[in-house]
Nanobody
Framework: QVQLVESGGGLVQTGGSLRLSCAAS????????AGWFRQAPGKEREFVAA????????NYADSVKGRFTISRDNAKNTVWLQMNSLKPEDTSVYYC????????????????WGQGTQVTVSS
């Protein structure tokens, strides 16, 4: 079993930056893919970014390409999401997730979830 705890959310102005962290428990985290999803009020949860277990391969939603960067350090059991050039439409609760192999974009395909952290971008 893997437990995920997100941190780093907050309020930021348009054009600003935030760095989200996801701390994982359990020795198996390094064998799992990790990802970030987000969900705004009244909307479905959507894929943001994912990274394979070694960190050599990443996948991004078109809406965040060039602005967000996902990275991980397996020695620290941590995944980060660096978010730059933030826009009001990035306002959401951001969730960390983990699964076996694959960088799938469908939330139902991910097995482990954190509790989420709120990101609010003011205009």
């Amino acid at each position: 079993q893997v437990q995920l705890v997100e941190s780093g959310g907050g309020l930021v102005q348009t054009g600003g930056s935030l760095r989200l962290s996801c701390a994982a428990s359990g020795s198996t985290f390094s064998y799992l893919s990790a990802g970030w999803f987000r969900q705004a009020p009244g909307k479905e949860r959507e894929f943001v970014a994912a990274i394979n277990r070694s960190g050599s391969t990443t996948n991004y939603a078109d809406s965040v390409k060039g602005r967000f960067t996902i990275s991980r350090d397996n020695a620290k059991n941590t995944v980060w999401l660096q978010m730059n050039s933030l826009k009001p439409e990035d306002t959401s609760v951001y969730y960390c997730a983990a699964r076996g192999l694959g960088l799938l974009t469908t939330p139902d395909e991910w097995h482990f979830w954190g509790q989420g952290t709120q990101v609010t971008v003011s205009s």
